[in-house]
């Protein structure tokens, strides 16, 4: 049978990882947010660039938006993601 200290050194391991696993998952969350707004500027001179440069980051930041936005009020803020930090 395991010890306790064996036991509250597992519970601390996992713990670890799963604390790690959200700091990733919250990371990668921030860096969608930050290309979706980073697209969003460049559609604003869009009249500048080649019709299919436009379709393109037009059809990727729709994608973005449904990975990024919360679920909820379906907004792309940080309203959702603040539960996490
Ligand atoms: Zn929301």
């Not at 990733?24 to 604003?44: C, T």
């Not at 019709?51 to 990024?68: A, C, F, G, Y």
Request: glycine fraction near 2%; charge should be negative.
């Amino acid at each position: 049978m395991p010890s306790q200290q064996q036991l509250d050194y597992a519970k601390r391991q996992t713990s670890y990882a799963w604390a790690k696993y959200y700091e990733q998952i919250n990371s990668a969350h921030n860096g969608d947010i930050n290309v979706y707004r980073q697209n969003l500027r460049v559609l604003e001179h869009q009249d500048e660039l080649p019709i299919h440069l436009v379709n393109e980051i037009e059809e990727m930041s729709k994608k973005l938006r449904i990975q990024i936005q919360c679920p909820i009020c379906m907004e792309v803020n940080l309203c959702f993601s603040q539960y996490y930090l």
